[in-house]
């Protein structure tokens, strides 16, 4: 089955600088990589994927990009806000279908007024 | 609208106790899946269903039984509750299978004393 890595588990930053947190793959068939934020008693929402044909997808201040070559794909939040402090996952599906999703360990994000 | 929606919001039960936690969601999609969430390891798939009347194990299905009679509602049952399975359970659903948002509930804190 897939196993998707996840780094780091906490990152603290200061408003205004950039984050980036890193995810690895291992089953070369997965073709989707999302990306989901958690706020603090709420169930994870997707905030921005990724399919395998591109390399880099952009969404205002948040970014994804995928290196099928090294198996590895990163998210990049850049002008951080204090209302980007959450818990952000990775996920992959591997080379099953139904939707199956594998996810990374999770990233504590806390970024500082 | 309501999206995805779990019951109870908390529940505590004692070692051998059996309850269900509830899923129904609106959005007329065929995927649901029950996931559990501990610290440090992200979201672990229990059990999923493509359809209504059917259903699959996931990564971690021990202990665990689901039921789709209809298509909105995903139920998900323990039927002698064990300390192990204290956590916070989450119910997602997803209109397609692959390459497709799953949409999460806000979650069930279990804990079983």
């Known amino acids: 089955g897939e196993n998707v890595e996840q780094h780091p588990s906490t990152l603290s930053v200061q408003e205004g600088d950039s984050a980036v947190i890193k995810c690895t793959y291992s089953?070369?068939?997965?073709?989707?990589f999302p990306w989901y934020k958690q706020e603090l008693g709420k169930g994870p929402q997707l905030i921005i994927d990724i399919r395998s044909n591109v390399g880099e997808k952009k969404d205002q201040r948040i970014a994804v990009t995928l290196n099928k070559t090294a198996k590895h794909f990163s998210l990049h939040i850049t002008e951080t806000q204090p209302e980007d402090s959450a818990v952000y996952f990775c996920?992959?599906?591997?080379?099953?279908?139904?939707?199956?999703?594998?996810f990374g360990q999770g990233t504590i994000l806390t970024v500082h007024p | 609208n309501a999206g995805v929606t779990q019951t109870p919001k908390f529940r505590v039960l004692k070692t051998g106790q059996s309850m269900t936690l509830l899923c129904a969601q609106d959005m007329n999609h065929e995927y649901m899946y029950w996931y559990r969430q501990d610290p440090g390891m992200g979201l672990r798939l229990i059990h999923y269903?493509?359809?209504?009347?059917?259903?699959a194990k996931g990564e971690v299905p021990d202990g665990y039984n689901v039921s789709r009679l209809k298509k909105q509602n995903f139920l998900l049952g323990l039927e002698s509750a064990a300390p192990s399975q204290t956590s916070v359970y989450f119910c997602?659903?997803?209109?397609?299978?692959?390459?497709?948002?799953?949409?999460f509930g806000p979650g069930t804190r279990l804990t079983v004393l």
């Open positions: 089953d070369s068939a997965s073709n989707y």
């Open positions: 996920a992959a599906p591997g080379g099953t279908s139904y939707g199956k999703l594998t």
């Open positions: 997602a659903s997803s209109y397609a299978a692959s390459l497709d948002t799953q949409y």
């Open positions: 269903s493509v359809g209504e009347g059917t259903t």
